[in-house]
């Protein structure tokens, strides 16, 4: 390449605006006769990218009954927890939440807190995959995949009082894809809102509809229906850049049955299994993750009653 002023100014700059969300348009070489054609030209190109921008994903259906009356969660509870001590006084949790005024800003902060630790690397894993263990590798300059962002945003929070969990989600072809079949992110209750709400700590995300943030099947079903009123909150994440990526992992959704923190703990179980998986109407319930490796962990639901039960009513 040649060292003139496009690979030395235009060229990186160009770059580095379209990885933060914005449109690039070449305009070199053409002529408009006037105004007016210009700038039709310019509405039909942004037309163009705006509706390309809109996800080619159908809304999914679930059930709303209760199906199954055995299952039952377990959430950080309200006593003393020596491992969540042990995170907060190594990390400062709780300074980051002191003066919000909602659960949502708290919500917030910590995510994006846990968002600025480290630089996402898909490939690593961490030797220990608790919170303070993945915090004290990331001392060591590790970086690491969505699981870990996960896991520590939902120790984090849980430890400022806001019951969490991770929230794994699978593309519709789980069983069939190679590689890329899931993603991993946290769902948090906010208290003042009474509602699970959905978060993305890698992306620092947070889906937003008419001022209310969503969960995970709410998000799915804006991005279907409402894509125009659909507001992804985030520091640095593009609405269309965002939508685009994780629009197919929004398939199939699980969660685990115990999301208490500790490392001693024994995990609960309902009938042997650790996952409570949420299933849309006619699909098939997976039983193998990209090809190898088996699933055989979860109950299946189709039900978002169960999915969403309120982890106060445990």
């Not at 002023?5 to 449109?23: N, Q, W």
């Not at 309200?78 to 980051?96: G, V």
Request: proline residues 4%; charged residues 25%.
């Amino acid at each position: 390449m040649a060292f003139n002023e496009d690979s030395r100014v235009k060229i990186p700059a160009g770059l580095d605006l379209v990885r933060l969300g914005y449109i690039y348009i070449l305009l070199k070489g053409l002529k408009f006769k006037s105004l007016q054609s210009f700038a039709i030209f310019i509405g039909l190109t942004l037309l163009t990218f705006v509706q390309g921008c809109k996800s080619d994903v159908s809304e999914l259906k679930f059930g709303s009954l209760s199906t199954n009356q055995d299952l039952h969660f377990w959430y950080e509870g309200d006593q003393d927890n020596e491992y969540l001590d042990l995170l907060r006084s190594k990390y400062p949790i709780d300074s980051l939440v002191r003066t919000s005024t909602t659960d949502t800003e708290r919500a917030q902060r910590v995510m994006n807190w846990v968002h600025n630790q480290w630089r996402h690397d898909g490939n690593n894993e961490p030797r220990q995959g608790d919170a303070v263990s993945i915090l004290e590798e990331v001392k060591e300059g590790k970086n690491f995949r969505c699981v870990e962002y996960a896991v520590v945003a939902s120790a984090c929070l849980n430890a400022v009082g806001l019951k969490t969990r991770t929230l794994g989600l699978k593309t519709k072809e789980v069983e069939t894809k190679k590689s890329g079949a899931g993603h991993v992110v946290s769902e948090v209750f906010l208290n003042d809102l009474d509602k699970w709400v959905f978060i993305d700590p890698q992306w620092d995300v947070m889906p937003v509809l008419n001022n209310r943030p969503l969960n995970a099947v709410e998000f799915q079903q804006a991005i279907t229906n409402d894509f125009d009123r659909l507001e992804i909150h985030s520091s640095n994440a593009s609405k269309s850049k965002y939508v685009n990526w994780i629009a197919p992992y929004l398939f199939y959704f699980d969660i685990p049955f115990d999301n208490r923190e500790g490392v001693n703990s024994q995990r609960e179980t309902v009938h042997g299994k650790s996952k409570l998986m949420l299933v849309p109407h006619g699909a098939k319930e997976p039983t193998v993750f990209q090809r190898r490796y088996k699933i055989n962990n979860v109950i299946y639901t189709n039900s978002i009653h169960d999915f969403y039960a309120s982890p106060y009513q445990n």
